[in-house]
Structure formats: C-alpha cells, structure tokens
C-alpha cells in the first residue's frame, strides 16, 4: 500500500480441507498438534464431544499459543490456522504486515498437515488462504472506492460499500478462485469518521477439483498464494488509485 495510506494485517487464515481424518482419539491428536516446533499451541486444548453426525466443518478441537494471537481449529473436513494482530497503532491499525508472520504460519501449517497425513490417516484435496488488510486513508473510504471503483452519479451519497471481484486463475497447475473484497468501516465512538476499510483476500483451491496435497505440494500453493496476495495488495491500494 502507498506511503499516504496507513495498513496492517488485521487477520490471516490458512485452511487445509481434509477427508478420512482420524479423529478417534482426540486428546492423542491435541497432544500431537500442540507439539509442533513453528508456533508454540501451549495450555490445555479444547475439545468437543460431538456426535459422529455434527456437522464435519464443526471444530472438535481448539488449540491456542499463550497470548492467543494464533488459534488451531480441527473438525473432520477442514483445519484452520488463525492468526490475529493483538499490536496496534494510535490510528487502530495493527503494526504487523504480512511479510512478518508469513514464513512461520506456513511452517506451522506444513507441520500440521505433516502430522495428520502420517498419523492420522488424513488425506488433504483444498486448500486456501484468507486475508483480511485494515487501511487508513487520508479520506473518506466511501470516497476513495467511489471515486476509484465506480461510475459517477451511479449511487447517490451510499452509507456504506461493499465491493467482490472474482477471478479464476492456477497456481503451478492448481486452479484457484481469487477474490479481492473492500468493506468500507465507520469509527464506533464517531460514525461519522469513516476514513477505514477492510481489504479481504481470498485465495482458494477450487471445490470442484480433488487435488491430493502433499507437504511439498501445500507449501508451494501457501508461498505461491502469498505472493499473488501481496501483488494484489499493492495493486488495489497502490499509486494507481486517488487517496485524497
């Protein structure tokens, strides 16, 4: 993002979808996870008796690390690595940037994926990545994307914005959706202050395709996504686009 826009990485998920996990023996599989070397899943995990017939997207098991900035959510059909920014600016917007957390939740990831593919019969055939930007602007955000994203006199003084574009693309042979979103936001203590939007990410394996993921295979969709997910960022708040 250019120099005139403040931003920080608010939100950062990388999914892996799995089938066949064998989730038997919960409190082995807590026990496994927690001891990952990338990031640190200490403390006692949580872990939900479900019934076989809850749905499979229903974490079973929730692992945190000590200041909770990383949660580790593992249901039958998917596993969620989350990280959230707990550092902020005057301004409210985090301090971290993506290039500051990406080469460990990768890592931490390839780990996991590791353990339940060996150890517990998992097979992985998605995965995606999500990313959620916060920016400051040095104007009002429902000026800034309509003045850089739509036609003029289209819509007359919006309260609020929404914008989705959808893309289709392949990543060394994978196809991908890709969907970049802006949500304009308003200050809680004064609404009338909305000079803040969120710039979501979404990187995705179709649904449609079984790939079969090996550790080498995610790694490379996981570097591959970020580096498609930085250029996007640059374009989509680079100096191409008016900000005050």
């Not at 690390?65 to 039958?76: F, G, H, I, R």
């Not at 339940?116 to 999500?130: D, E, G």
């Amino acid at each position: 993002l250019k120099d005139s826009m403040n931003a920080g990485l608010d939100l950062l998920q990388l999914v892996i979808f799995t089938s066949s996990l064998d989730l038997s023996d919960k409190l082995a599989l807590a026990r496994e996870l927690s001891g990952i070397k990338s990031i640190t899943l200490k403390g006692e995990p949580t872990v939900f008796p479900l019934p076989e017939s809850a749905p499979t997207d229903l974490p079973r098991i929730i692992l945190n690390n000590q200041d909770e900035s990383y949660t580790l959510n593992v249901a039958p059909a998917r596993t969620d690595l989350f990280y959230k920014s707990k550092d902020f600016d005057e301004q409210g917007i985090p301090k971290i940037k993506l290039q500051d957390v990406e080469p460990q939740i990768i890592d931490g990831m390839i780990e996991i994926s590791s353990s339940l593919r060996s150890k517990f019969s998992s097979r992985i055939h998605r995965a995606a990545i999500v990313m959620n930007y916060l920016v400051k602007l040095k104007q009002s955000s429902i000026e800034f994307l309509s003045n850089n994203f739509l036609k003029k006199n289209v819509i007359d003084n919006p309260y609020d914005i929404q914008l989705n574009f959808g893309n289709k693309k392949a990543i060394d042979g994978i196809k991908i959706n890709e969907w970049v979103r802006f949500h304009t936001l308003r200050s809680k203590k004064n609404p009338e202050d909305d000079t803040a939007f969120m710039l979501i990410l979404d990187i995705n394996s179709l649904v449609e395709v079984d790939y079969d993921f090996t550790e080498s295979k995610l790694k490379n969709f996981f570097e591959q996504s970020f580096r498609l997910a930085n250029k996007e960022v640059k374009i989509f708040g680079g100096n191409k686009y008016k900000n005050g």
